[in-house]
């Protein structure tokens, strides 16, 4: 019970229990007075003990999801991009049972139906949340802004950053699919947010296929490389990036797209993660969607705590690499063992 929870209790017994006392001649309660009095106690107990319960649910992360089509500008590109966001949209919504999914596209994909949806997640989402906003279709870049095609206005990455900033989410992926994303690196980065860009800068212009192998990463179990049943950004990124590279060979063409990342808030986007560097230890830590038993275990309120539990646990084993080469040997090793250790129990209680 928190601390208001007890104030609150105290509070209310003093309330009903100072009009209600009755005293024999003894100077002790009535038997009477005494239960009707302790019945009270026990509902008032019984309720602050839901409350907790209720609050202690409400505390669980929750992930939000924000998929955008932009606009197409040809019937193809059109439904192309509206294909690959309603996939999105159907993966995650399987994601988990407090999962929250918004998907833009065709007439609803404007900037004030954009602004209007991460305005509402602001208002609702939690700083232990999780929130991935995925944009799909064309982007332009001027040399200095870059913009998202939308259906009326387009907007700018500076737009987007100040409304993903409102939410308190502290854990974010935006993964940016568009020609020319590359542009809007410099604008969406900070610290908390992993942002994914099809193209290493904004002048690689040309329309892209990496949102393509971006879905194909959350349906295919290969891309899940360390087979902990769950599909990281960096998992995620490093499928799309290979079958993006794999698609223009095949095509014996010139690559127009080169996909980057970026999650430390403060340096520039990179092809590849690093212990040296920092770069891709949040990525590799940060779920976009998890698979079989583990997205059952999501599902399971019974389960879920568990799950999470397993989940921090294995965010732990990966900052440890990272942090592996300022550590002594022998403690590196001390703690590896432990994490890895309370991980195997932690996963055996998942499989009962």
Same mark, same amino acid.
Request: glycine share 6%.
């Given at each position: 019970?928190?601390?208001?929870?007890?104030?609150?209790?105290?509070?209310?017994?003093?309330?009903?229990?100072?009009?209600?006392?009755?005293?024999?001649?003894?100077?002790?309660?009535?038997?009477?007075?005494?239960?009707?009095?302790?019945?009270?106690?026990?509902?008032?107990?019984?309720?602050?003990?839901?409350?907790?319960?209720?609050?202690?649910?409400?505390?669980?992360?929750?992930?939000?999801?924000?998929?955008?089509?932009?606009?197409?500008?040809?019937?193809?590109?059109?439904?192309?991009?509206?294909?690959?966001?309603?996939?999105?949209?159907?993966?995650?919504?399987?994601?988990?049972?407090?999962?929250?999914?918004?998907?833009?596209?065709?007439?609803?994909?404007?900037?004030?139906?954009?602004?209007?949806?991460?305005?509402?997640?602001?208002?609702?989402?939690?700083?232990?949340?999780?929130?991935?906003?995925?944009?799909?279709?064309?982007?332009?870049?001027?040399?200095?802004?870059?913009?998202?095609?939308?259906?009326?206005?387009?907007?700018?990455?500076?737009?987007?950053?100040?409304?993903?900033?409102?939410?308190?989410?502290?854990?974010?992926?935006?993964?940016?699919?568009?020609?020319?994303?590359?542009?809007?690196?410099?604008?969406?980065?900070?610290?908390?947010?992993?942002?994914?860009?099809?193209?290493?800068?904004?002048?690689?212009?040309?329309?892209?296929?990496?949102?393509?192998?971006?879905?194909?990463?959350?349906?295919?179990?290969?891309?899940?490389?360390?087979?902990?049943?769950?599909?990281?950004? &960096?998992? !995620?990124?490093?499928? #799309?990036?290979?079958?993006? /590279?794999?698609?223009?060979? +095949?095509? $014996?063409?010139?690559?127009? *797209?080169?996909?980057?990342?970026?999650?430390?808030?403060?340096?520039?986007?990179?092809?590849?993660?690093?212990?040296?560097?920092?770069?891709?230890?949040?990525?590799?830590?940060?779920?976009?969607?998890? &698979?079989? !038993?583990?997205?059952? #275990?999501?599902?399971?309120? /019974?389960?879920?705590?568990? +799950?999470? $539990?397993?989940?921090?646990? *294995?965010?732990?084993?990966?900052?440890?690499?990272?942090?592996?080469?300022?550590?002594?040997?022998?403690?590196?090793?001390?703690?590896?063992?432990?994490?890895?250790?309370?991980?195997?129990?932690?996963?055996?209680?998942?499989?009962?």
């Amino acid at each position: 019970m928190t601390g208001a929870h007890s104030v609150a209790l105290a509070s209310q017994r003093r309330s009903f229990l100072i009009p209600a006392t009755r005293k024999t001649a003894g100077g002790t309660p009535a038997p009477r007075a005494f239960a009707r009095l302790w019945r009270k106690a026990v509902f008032v107990l019984a309720c602050c003990t839901a409350c907790a319960g209720i609050c202690a649910r409400a505390a669980q992360a929750a992930p939000y999801y924000v998929t955008v089509a932009g606009l197409g500008g040809e019937p193809d590109y059109e439904q192309r991009f509206t294909a690959l966001a309603k996939d999105l949209d159907k993966l995650f919504k399987a994601a988990a049972s407090d999962v929250h999914v918004y998907t833009l596209t065709g007439a609803d994909a404007t900037k004030a139906h954009l602004t209007d949806t991460l305005a509402q997640i602001a208002h609702e989402a939690k700083p232990e949340d999780e929130f991935t906003l995925v944009l799909i279709g064309h982007g332009s870049y001027d040399g200095e802004e870059y913009k998202f095609n939308l259906s009326g206005p387009d907007i700018s990455a500076e737009d987007l950053a100040i409304l993903c900033d409102r939410i308190p989410a502290k854990r974010q992926l935006i993964v940016n699919t568009t020609s020319a994303s590359g542009g809007s690196i410099g604008a969406l980065q900070r610290l908390g947010r992993i942002v994914i860009a099809a193209t290493k800068t904004g002048t690689e212009k040309n329309a892209t296929v990496f949102a393509r192998y971006w879905v194909d990463a959350l349906r295919d179990g290969s891309a899940d490389t360390d087979k902990n049943e769950s599909i990281s950004a &960096l998992e !995620a990124f490093v499928y #799309a990036d290979r079958k993006t /590279a794999a698609f223009y060979e +095949l095509q $014996k063409r010139l690559a127009t *797209e080169h996909p980057v990342f970026e999650d430390t808030g403060k340096k520039e986007a990179v092809r590849a993660a690093s212990t040296e560097s920092g770069e891709g230890q949040l990525a590799a830590s940060f779920v976009v969607l998890r &698979l079989g !038993a583990a997205q059952k #275990a999501a599902n399971d309120p /019974a389960k879920r705590a568990l +799950l999470e $539990k397993k989940e921090g646990l *294995e965010r732990k084993i990966d900052l440890l690499k990272y942090q592996k080469a300022a550590m002594s040997a022998d403690d590196y090793k001390k703690q590896l063992s432990d994490a890895l250790l309370e991980l195997a129990k932690t996963q055996e209680d998942l499989d009962k």
